[in-house]
Antibody, heavy 118, light 106 residues
Framework: EVQLVESGGGLVQPGGSLRLSCAAS????????MHWVRQAPGKGLEYVSA????????YYANSVKGRFTISRDDSKNALYLQMGSLRAEDMAVYYC???????????WGQGTLVTVSS | DIQMTQSPSTLSASVGDRVTITCRAS??????LAWYQQTPGKAPKLLIY???TLESGVPSRFSGSGSGTEFTLTISSLQPDDFATYYC????????FGQGTKLDIK
């Protein structure tokens, strides 16, 4: 069974940094692109970032470009999102998702909440 | 960037009703369109991809159609578990989600 478990969320001050992790199991992690999608409280889904199966290509939404960095460690079956210069508008539940056909998401984690507040 | 617009934003219906949700793309995306269902506090769940292909395990009362810029999700006979928020997603060029359609009980 595919499992994705996010962690690392919490309260951070504006301008601060946070690193999210996603632990994957139940599938060959290294064979899949992986993604981060977020959802602000009471709002819709917003695409954040992607990394291909090789870890060589990454993509960022304009809203996070230059502030967030996606990475993966296939030896640990783990996906990461390093978030910096955090703003109030970054406050959201962050989901990791497995990508099939690159940008189609067939499995999602339960999400981790990031709160940006002073 | 490709924009996705869903309508309506909210839909009230009863168990047994047939409902349709529409999704429009700002430019042609062929049939690279997916639908997700999300219940409160849970992660989204993939229902349909390639505009009309049902994900494994999804009940046959769900169906999708369309190509180019106009797409629909139809639920033929609403069941209690179907009251949720539905999102369309284009994956023709990176990824964009629609703003969501909340389906609630009339």
């Amino acid at each position: 069974e595919v499992q994705l478990v996010e962690s690392g969320g919490g309260l951070v001050q504006p301008g601060g940094s946070l690193r999210l992790s996603c632990a994957a199991s139940g599938f060959t992690f290294s064979a899949y692109a992986m993604h981060w999608v977020r959802q602000a409280p009471g709002k819709g889904l917003e695409y954040v970032s992607a990394i291909d199966s090789n870890g060589h290509s990454t993509y960022y939404a304009n809203s996070v470009k230059g502030r967030f960095t996606i990475s993966r460690d296939d030896s640990k079956n783990a996906l990461y999102l390093q978030m910096g210069s955090l703003r109030a508008e970054d406050m959201a539940v962050y989901y990791c998702a497995r990508g099939i056909q690159l940008w189609l998401f067939d499995s999602w984690g339960q999400g981790t909440l990031v709160t940006v507040s002073s | 960037d490709i924009q996705m617009t869903q309508s309506p934003s909210t839909l009230s219906a009863s168990v047994g009703d047939r409902v349709t949700i529409t999704c429009r793309a700002s430019q042609s995306i062929s049939d690279w369109l997916a639908w997700y269902q999300q219940t409160p506090g849970k992660a989204p769940k993939l229902l349909i991809y390639k505009a009309s292909t049902l994900e494994s395990g999804v009940p046959s009362r769900f169906s999708g159609s369309g190509s180019g810029t106009e797409f629909t999700l139809t639920i033929s006979s609403l069941q209690p578990d179907d009251f949720a928020t539905y999102y369309c997603q284009q994956y023709h060029s990176y990824s964009t989600f629609g703003q969501g359609t909340k389906l609630d009980i009339k």
